[in-house]
């Protein structure tokens, strides 16, 4: 069983457009099916808009979902009361991207890292600081840096703290979403070696949320490509990378500036913009901006096929 | 030579005191070129073009020289480089919402330049602005001249940005971080027009960003800054493959590769020293692997190493350290590679 199957998640948000206030739907995320294993790590990747963080936000019933089912451990998350939510949440956390904003700033270090099991009412006095002495080394923090405030931190070390709040109540599953876009390479290399190591150490699953195609490959075992609110493509990392099935995959890999200057490659340059959410275009989301586009992309709602075993794509051409 | 720049500082004032926050930047681009300058947040690389284009605070204090086609332009009255900012150097923000007056409509603020530097008809100007915009490879050029920035996407204003930056052809482009606000694929095609433009014109490019894949991708010669000071710099083939100043090996290896999973990446230990508290010797020291007792007391000058590449470390002077002075010593190479 996987500890977390998500089956036609849908996340649709009523906007109000204009003078007159009319009514439209955005469909931030609409009809995904994931399931993410035990101590692996499943990447969503996507350019902005594409609803990645909504997906994150929805599993967690930040935003409530308007469709589908959540299963964590074979539990349905969406029937649960407030309670029971709230008994999950110790399983299931998040880190954000904004280290910046994600902390508060009036707290110190302790006090944030101590909330979690406050709130839960989990230890004694003693035992939370016990417990918050022996993580921050975890994350490579010395004990008196406890007794700070956010703010005399670095970017990348803020984004060690808001890891170490997610980790303090030992949850198995956590969504990261975009964790180290904030952070420069040399910083987002740190945090990224600290998540394998927390991984492997207490057999964690992730799934880890970016734009980055290049840090997702390196951190998930799975990956999942959206495109307006749909999964076009999802498979084992290496499939996905060195044998995409999608177009859109076909384009963002080839569109992602490689470091090494002699490695001159065939870019596939997309025409025009993504399309608003708002507005997605009919038949295939993607056909509007595909070089492989035909007459049927713009009538059929491609399904997620398996192309090859274990690898699933959503098009009528490959 | 297009551009030369010489013993650029720059420092600011910051709680009464002056901070250095540039120190002795040398560096030249030839036409036709893009040079590209990397590094992390703080090391200096938009300050450096802000200095390019004396766009810098009031109580800020420039010293050196900035040669634009023989001509210092250090030190030139506000009234001299106006005739220069948008007609020969022209300069690209990262982003192109807050980069636009949202007061103006696009053709209004393509035409600025055209009416301050070029003695143009109204027909004339119009003529070129929509000339531009097709150039830029915006559709609808026709309507589009009476949009407003907000009607605009993300990357449609960015190429806005670029037919502003072009109306004047200019001879040098300064790019800071244009692409960086983008999506990957919207990247993908600012970064084709912009080589289309160049090889179109011939104009020298500044391309500053912190994406090592960017620079490999569209630059010729690359310059790496650490806080404030240029560490090395050369050939962007030579110095991926050789890189030597342990700061840009360092940078180097902190990348995530494709076909490398979840493998231990490289990291460089502690942070960046502040402006104003540089350490005396080289200011990678305190988190250099390879530190000796020259590099806490002396500044290390560029040590050529082949071809124009050069490298701001005690490790390649000839009298000590690396022995041969041409490729890292294998002592760095086992070091950084175990």
């Known amino acids: ?318 | 030579m297009l551009l030369k720049v010489k013993d650029l500082s720059l420092s600011l004032k910051k709680n009464g005191k002056y901070a250095t926050i540039l120190d002795h930047i040398s560096f030249q681009v030839e036409k036709g070129e893009t040079v590209g300058i990397v590094g992390e947040s703080g090391c200096g690389k938009s300050m450096t073009a802000l200095s390019l284009m004396r766009l810098l605070p009031e109580k800020a204090r420039l010293d050196g020289e900035i040669n634009l086609m023989d001509e210092n332009i250090a030190k030139y009255s506000k009234r001299k480089l106006e005739k220069i900012r948008g007609n020969q150097v022209s300069m690209i923000f990262q982003d192109p919402l807050t980069s636009l007056n949202p007061l103006q409509t696009v053709g209004t603020q393509i035409e600025e330049s055209l009416i301050l530097h070029r003695n143009m008809t109204k027909e004339e100007r119009r003529t070129r602005v929509l000339k531009l915009l097709k150039d830029v490879g915006l559709p609808r050029a026709e309507e589009l001249v009476n949009e407003y920035p907000h009607q605009l996407s993300g990357g449609m204003r960015q190429r806005v940005m670029i037919a502003i930056a072009m109306a004047c052809e200019p001879q040098l482009l300064i790019c800071d971080e244009p692409t960086t606000a983008l999506d990957v694929t919207i990247q993908a095609q600012i970064l084709e027009l912009m080589g289309e433009i160049k090889r179109r014109t011939q104009m020298g490019i500044i391309m500053i960003t912190h994406d090592m894949g960017v620079v490999a991708e569209v630059c010729d010669r690359v310059i790496v800054m650490y806080a404030g000071k240029i560490v090395e710099q050369g050939p962007v083939r030579e110095l991926f493959q050789n890189p030597t100043h342990p700061y840009t090996i360092g940078l180097l290896d902190s990348i995530p590769k494709l076909g490398q999973r979840k493998q231990k990446l490289g990291s460089i230990p502690g942070t960046v020293p502040a402006p104003g508290n540089m350490p005396a010797g080289c200011r990678f020291a305190e988190r250099c692997r390879h530190t000796m007792d020259i590099c806490r007391t002396t500044v290390p000058p560029m040590f050529d190493i082949k071809d124009g590449h050069q490298s701001a470390c005690w490790l390649f002077d000839e009298k000590g350290g690396d022995q041969d002075g041409v490729v890292r010593s294998d002592e760095l190479e086992t070091a950084l590679h175990h």
């Open chain 1, 1 to 318: 069983m996987a500890l977390l199957e998500v089956t036609n998640l849908k996340q649709h948000f009523i906007i109000k457009k204009g003078f007159l206030g009319e009514k439209t739907t955005v469909k931030a995320v609409d009809g995904v099916s994931l399931f993410i294993e035990e101590g692996q790590t499943l990447g969503i990747v996507g350019e902005s808009g594409c609803g990645k963080s909504s997906l994150g936000r929805s599993i967690l019933r930040l935003a409530e979902p308007t469709e589908g089912s959540i299963k964590f451990k074979g539990e349905e998350v969406t029937d649960m009361n407030a309670k029971q939510m709230k008994e999950l949440r110790k399983e299931m956390q998040i880190v954000f991207q904004d280290p910046y904003a994600s902390l508060n700033p009036r707290n110190t270090v302790r006090q944030i890292l101590e909330a979690p099991l406050a709130i839960h009412n989990i230890g004694s006095r003693k035992e939370r600081r016990e417990k918050v002495e022996l993580l921050v080394e975890k994350i490579g923090l010395r004990k008196d840096q406890l007794n700070n405030y956010p703010h005399e931190f670095s970017g990348g070390q803020r984004q060690r703290i808001g890891i170490a709040r997610a980790l303090m109540l030992e949850p198995r599953l956590i969504i990261a979403d975009e964790p180290v876009s904030a952070l420069d390479v040399s910083v987002q290399s740190q945090v990224l070696n600290l998540m394998l190591e927390l991984q492997q150490e207490m057999n964690l699953s992730y799934m880890f949320i970016s734009h980055d195609l290049s840090v997702v490959q390196h951190i998930s075992d799975k990956v999942a490509v959206m495109y307006l609110g749909k999964v076009v493509e999802i498979s084992d990392v290496e499939k996905v990378y060195s044998d995409p099935k999608h177009p859109y995959t076909r384009a963002l890999l080839s569109a992602l500036p490689v470091p090494d200057p002699t490695q001159k490659k065939e870019r596939i340059i997309l025409q025009g913009d993504l399309p608003s959410p708002s507005n997605p275009p009919s038949g295939c989301p993607f056909h509007t901006r595909c070089p492989m586009a035909t007459k049927e992309c713009a009538e059929i709602v491609p399904p997620l096929e398996e192309k090859t075993p274990g690898h699933f794509a959503a098009c009528i051409h490959t």
